[in-house]
């Protein structure tokens, strides 16, 4: 009898059997960024599926690369490590990298939220495009479940980068099939709204209708993260019906997404994420209400995002999102102030917007994001000081932006808008170099009056 349980249980394949041959594939498929995320349940387990990974790499002719940030801190480099990692590789043999003791970077009894805990995901998800330049291999990062979930809400472009996810965990009914959904929607994430056709909008509303009706049946929301889930696909599928200038389903999802994000804040009143998604889904319904003519309406949304974005910044000096946050709040109060002709109100909430930006940017100077975001700054504030007739002080602020987007371009930024933007910005300094010439040599009386024989 012990004979015939023992190859009954020899014959039995290994825990989690179809992941880990989705992870060799991932793992196998070398030449580009790649990015995997790893949910398990244990450390035993996840040791023991990495050292097997191992050893079916190395019999290929490849190698695995561990990045281990038990140790990490406040102040860890996720990228840095990542890169360390890989200095250690063989040469002539492919390598893939899995990255290990992400939850050290987290402080879980702050609900993941504490800014020093999750710094280094910000970073790293602002700086994923350098990312992919620098470490074109195929890397996992392997994370607990609560872990995972703090990753997907703090770097969300990072999160919606991933090519697979694997589940070296068991879950419960409820979980696999939101997991499911949302799986779906991977391919339907990859590019952005803007970047779809009317047909392929549709086909994404449609499938973000049935996760929401999916997920009211199906997902209790008694957990920040489930708060989290439904308010982004709120905010998403309003995005979808507002490129599809249905404005009224738009409104609607965004201010269902309001709603919850209240809810969610009145249930668990110390989680900050609470407070910031708040502050977004107000800036979606701002800017909904501005492109709609209803100034009044969108100053009421913007000014109590500014005051949310305010809040966080002032308690999070040191985070990055939380900083670039209050920027974003910023330059949409001076563009509603612009539009309603305050300019000079304008000018200074640009004007502290910038100095927000050029703070985050002398903390990242090499950043792409970073610059990206102080030039904008620097072309708001800069056209609005030529509409108020400082055009010295407007062709100062132009002349910088110009030149952090030639360094942009000399550094390879991928950024769709870059040719445009330059574009644009050499056309205003154009005509600023027409204004001070005028400035400096006024026109005749007789020309300004029109000139002999003008009557």
Known sequence: M?????????????????????????????????????TYDTVPTRTKTIDRLRQD????????????????NEDTIVLDEIEAALERAEPDKAPAVMVIGLESLIDFTQGGSRSGSTDALFHLNLHRDTLGRRTPVPIVIWASPEAMRTLAHTAP????????????????ARETRARELLENLIPELETTPEEKSPAELHKR???????????????????PQSYRQAVWMRRELGNIEYRLNDTDRAAEAYGRALELGRDWQGSYPDDERARRDISISLDHIGDLRHDRGDLSGA??????????????????????????DLSVSLNNIGDLRRDR??????????????????????????????????AIGLSLLGILKA??????????????????LLSLEAQGDPWPALEGFYTS???????????????????????????????
């Open 57 to 72: 790499l190395e019999s290929e002719g490849h190698q695995l690369l561990v990045a281990d940030l038990t140790d990490g």
């Open 299 to 324: 100053e009421a949304a913007f000014v109590e995002s500014l005051e949310i974005a305010r809040f966080l910044a002032d308690r999070n000096p040191d985070n990055t999102q939380a900083q670039r």
């Open 387 to 404: 509409q108020l007739g400082h055009f010295s002080a407007a062709q100062e602020a132009l002349f910088e932006c110009r030149e952090i």
């Open 205 to 223: 509303r449609q499938m973000f209708r049935e996760l929401i009706a999916s997920s009211e049946k199906n997902v209790v929301r008694q957990s």
């Open 157 to 172: 472009d990072l999160w919606h980068w991933r090519v697979g996810t694997f589940q070296f965990a068991k879950e419960d």
């Open 2 to 38: 012990a004979t015939a349980v023992e190859s009954e249980d020899e014959d039995k394949p290994p825990p989690f059997e179809r992941e880990f041959k989705r992870l060799k594939r991932l793992a196998l498929r070398t030449g580009r960024l790649r990015l995997g995320l790893a």
């Open 425 to 455: 910005v050499n056309s205003s300094l154009e005509e600023i170099a027409a204004a001070l010439a005028a400035q400096k040599n006024p026109p005749a009386a007789g020309d300004a009056a029109g000139g002999e024989g003008s009557e």
């Open 341 to 374: 002709g305050d300019l000079p109100g304008a000018e200074a909430a640009f004007a502290e917007s910038l100095e927000v930006r050029r703070a985050l940017a002398d903390r990242d100077p090499e950043g792409i994001q970073a610059r990206r975001d102080l």
